[in-house]
């Protein structure tokens, strides 16, 4: 078995630890490989299903891990008796026992061993080594020392003497640095260990650390080498310390090692996750900021897009590569957040289609652009997604983007009280397309961090549930869509921050979203006859604060068309 993510649990792992890919060809951020002696599988979620089957060998049967479990594909391949290996550094504790749950009743046993592609793979790339650097206070907003402070306390609430900290986004989080380890997020693959006293172990080569970063972290900050991990481990259980240890998000090996040395493990969820999706109020300055800025480069990109499509053919990666030029002119800009998602017509439809010169295509009159992209820059991550119409849109085109748009304004709007989750919410952004017997394999929201990752938890938006209580500062985004396989495909994305609103009974504070994404919503595509009043207020109240914020960033022509595409509809 081989999961998508490596032992990091990274979304998107570096090219070293892209496994997958290099088994099977399947580029998705989501997905495991099951290969047993006479068949294969592939499975992903509804995101990538498509993607799935244009980039993965017949040799593969592919299925919607929603639909289909890999556990249960085994006990239908697998026979009694059966081992099934998989690498403990790249399982959860809480993975391997939902699998072991369901393949024990049938007499499968899984059982840890090397990683066997990595047996295989004779070209497999270096492990990155980008030097670390400081993530400064005027971003970040709160000292690494404070945090340790906060951590520490936790750990001694909990009874726990340390805390491992496995996340590379956590990691950097607590200790306020930054690298370039991954492609689109400023992580720095490492581990780190720290005790309730907020001293810390950091591992990580010496050599990635320059004289800034060491007097950064300080004197309460140990340089470990990652290869003395396993040992460290095995002196905290040979003290006899007791260590908590997140067995949703830590692979099963720590335990493995820290049980095996004589550990008392405290599970409990990594103590970094909430402190770090709860944005203080330095990193919400500078998101909104970063997303006006971040703003000014998309409505730059759909202004030379309106003008250029009628003097030139233009293609997916046209629109792509002009994107990057636009956001690259701002000087905190350093890289975008994930690969632009540009999908013309039927490419629209393939949820995270990804344009290369294979697949790009020329944009066509009468058909949808879906363009879902977003930057990090120094003081906030961006996520966006728009819809736009190439020429005129067509009568489904309006219908079903008006109600992904009513769909995704109930949610913008919601007022929710103190304890709420995500999935309770979810179905704001469906009602209107499930009353026209419609929906969409996704999430409706994902967490994102401050120049961290594009994805983060705990928070999210789903009908799928398991997600945590909505908290003040939380940022997630608002992406309700539409896809017509073959066709065309529908998104709107914005980025909302949860913030307090209101007081109710017994002092319980209630909370709503703040919308941060600062960019033009496409009037076209806007069927006004199936909307209320409120609705129409609310997207013209949208549209005019776009305007207003961009507006002195923009030359002549590109102000007058802003101001066209932002005029209030009725």
């Given at each position: 078995m081989?999961?998508?993510h490596?032992?990091?649990?990274s ?13 099977t060809?399947f ?15 592939l499975?992903?979620?509804g995101?990538?299903?498509l993607?799935a ?12 891990s929603?639909e ?5 594909w085994?006990t ?5 008796g ?18 072991q749950k ?5 007499g ?10 990595d ?7 270096s492990?990155?080594?980008s030097?670390?650097f400081v ?18 306390e936790?750990?001694?609430?909990l009874?726990a003497d ?12 607590l200790?306020n640095?930054?690298?370039?380890d991954?492609e689109n997020?400023p992580l720095v693959?490492?581990t ?10 950091l591992?990580?080569?010496s050599?990635?650390?320059?004289a ?6 300080g004197?309460?900050?140990e340089?470990c080498a ?6 460290k481990?095995?002196q ?8 908590q240890l ?12 820290l049980t095996?040395?004589?550990?008392k493990?405290?599970?409990a ?7 770090k999706a709860m ?7 500078g998101?909104?900021?970063?997303h006006?800025?971040d703003g000014?480069?998309?409505?730059k990109?759909?202004?030379w897009?309106?003008?250029?499509f ?7 990666l ?14 905190m ?6 690969p632009?998602?540009?999908g013309?017509?039927?490419?629209g ?8 010169e ?26 966006i997604?728009r ?9 489904e085109?309006?219908?079903r983007?008006?109600r992904?748009?009513?769909?995704h304004?109930a949610?913008?709007?919601a ?20 009353q ?6 996704h ?5 994102v961090g401050c120049?961290l990752?594009?994805h983060?938890?705990p928070q ?6 398991g997600d945590?209580?909505l908290?003040?500062?939380?940022i997630?985004s608002n992406?309700p869509?539409y896809y017509?396989?073959?066709a ?10 949860v ?5 109710g ?6 909370l709503?979203f703040e919308t941060?994404?600062?960019a033009?919503?496409d ?14 207020d609310w997207?013209?109240a949208?549209?005019?604060?776009v ?7 923009l030359?002549?022509?590109e102000?007058q068309w802003l ?8």
């Open positions: 081989q999961p998508v490596d032992e990091y649990m979304e998107y792992p570096p090219a070293c630890n892209r496994r997958v890919e290099w088994l060809g580029s998705g951020s989501a997905g495991m490989a099951v290969v047993l002696i006479e068949k294969a599988a499975f992903t979620d995101r990538y299903t993607q089957d244009m980039e993965v060998d017949a040799v593969y049967a592919k299925y919607n929603g289909l479990a890999p556990e249960a085994i239908k391949h697998a026979g009694k059966d081992a099934i290996g998989y690498d403990p550094k790249i399982f959860t504790q809480a993975m391997i026992q939902r699998m369901t393949l024990t009743a049938k499968i046993t899984l059982t840890p061993s090397p990683n066997m592609v047996t295989i793979w004779q070209d497999r790339p492990a990155p080594a030097p670390l993530h400064d206070i005027a971003y970040s907003g709160e000292e690494s020392s404070s945090k340790r402070k906060r951590i520490a936790q750990l001694e609430m009874g340390v805390g491992i900290v496995t996340a590379p986004d956590a990691v950097c989080w200790l640095i930054r690298g370039r991954v997020t693959l490492a780190a260990i720290i005790d309730s006293h907020g001293h810390v172990q591992f990580v080569a050599s990635r650390c320059d800034q970063v060491r007097g950064h972290l004197s309460d900050v340089i990652p290869n003395t991990l396993e040992q481990l095995a905290l259980g040979k003290a006899g310390r007791r260590v997140d067995p949703a998000s830590a692979s099963i090996w720590f335990s493995q090692v095996k040395a004589g550990a493990i405290i599970e969820q990594d103590l970094c996750l909430l402190p944005k203080n109020p330095v990193e919400l300055a998101i909104c900021n970063a006006i800025r000014v480069a998309v409505a990109l759909l202004c897009l309106e003008g250029e009628y003097v030139r053919e233009v293609t997916e046209d629109v792509s590569d002009k994107l990057l030029v636009f956001r690259a002119a701002d000087r800009f350093v890289e975008p957040s994930f632009t998602i540009a013309s017509g039927p490419h439809a393939i949820v995270h289609y990804r344009v290369s294979e697949t790009n295509r020329v944009l066509k009159k009468g058909e949808l652009l879906l363009l879902d992209s977003g930057g990090q820059y120094l003081d906030g991550t961006t996520d997604t819809t736009v119409a190439i020429g005129e849109p067509s009568r085109h309006r219908d983007f008006t992904v748009l009513k769909g304004i949610l913008a709007t007022l929710f009280p103190q304890g709420t989750t995500g999935s309770q919410l979810d179905v704001l952004a469906r009602q209107y397309l499930w026209s017997g419609l929906d969409y394999d999430g409706t929201g994902h967490g120049f990752g594009v983060e938890g999210r938006i789903s009908k799928r549930g945590a209580v908290q003040a500062g939380m997630l992406e869509g017509k396989a073959g065309y495909g529908i998104r709107i994305e914005n980025l909302v921050a913030t307090r609103q209101a007081h009974e017994g002092g319980k504070d209630w709503g941060v994404t600062c033009p919503l009037p076209k595509l806007v069927d006004a006859s199936l909307m209320t009043q409120v609705e129409k997207f013209n949208y549209q005019a604060w305007q207003s914020c961009l507006s002195d960033s030359d002549a022509h102000r101001a066209a595409r932002c005029a209030a509809i009725r």
